[in-house]
């Protein structure tokens, strides 16, 4: 009787929420967005990244209540819905091509390719980095050197590189990811 009784109250939350009550829309928001907020802090995402993630999932899980897609199954269903619909947008964030490319860049820095200080007239670390890089970038392979390019220097989205080169979206980021382990390994061996 007790969920019923639970059931009955997502019910009520529900039509609240269709009846535009601000009392209940912002209480939903706000209990939620604690949880939220620590499912993104905990997968890479940071305070800003979090309320905009929030946002748009409030938006849709209202837009999806409004339009009577939702409809509750338990008694906390709404909450659920909510969390996975943000758990949802975090994760296709973290597949997009935007997210990749910030990322891929780390990684292209973190071997030394990050400009070095303008006029500077001493050979600095940064430079012998860049140097390294370069060297070890010019000893790939043909397909490494295009695909690299495409991706880092030209900005590409892996999907466009698929189709320029003919194969899936996964095999792209997958030789994409064989050629900066290459890359790694190569400027590694120039080092010692």
């Known amino acids: ?10 019910n009520k939350l529900v039509a609240a929420i269709k009846a535009n009550d ?5 209480m939903l928001y706000q209990e939620n967005y604690g949880k939220i907020a620590a499912y993104i802090f ?20 209202y837009q999806n209540i409004k339009e ?7 008694e906390t269903a709404l909450q659920g819905y909510l969390f996975t619909i943000a758990k949802n ?13 910030v990322q891929g860049m780390n990684e292209v820095v973190s071997l030394g390719l990050e ?22 970038f010019s000893k790939l392979g043909d397909e490494c050197k295009s695909l690299l390019k495409l991706f880092y220097f030209e900005k590409k989205s892996m ?16 030789k994409k990811y064989r050629c900066m382990q290459k890359l790694k390994t190569i400027v590694a061996n120039l080092k010692d």
């Open 1 to 10: 009787m007790e969920s019923v009784k639970n059931i009955t109250e997502q």
């Open 22 to 26: 601000p009392k209940v829309l912002q």
């Open 42 to 61: 905990k997968n890479s995402g940071s305070k800003p990244q979090a309320k905009d993630t929030y946002q748009e999932a409030f938006i849709a899980c």
């Open 68 to 74: 009577d897609k939702f409809v509750p199954q338990s």
């Open 89 to 101: 947008k975090w994760t296709d964030y973290l597949r997009s091509a935007h997210y990749k490319k």
């Open 115 to 136: 400009a070095p200080e303008p006029f500077s007239s001493e050979v600095s670390e940064e430079e012998s980095n860049l140097d390294l890089a370069m060297t070890g």
């Open 159 to 174: 999907e466009e590189i698929s189709e320029l080169i003919n194969i899936t979206d996964a095999s792209a980021r997958n």
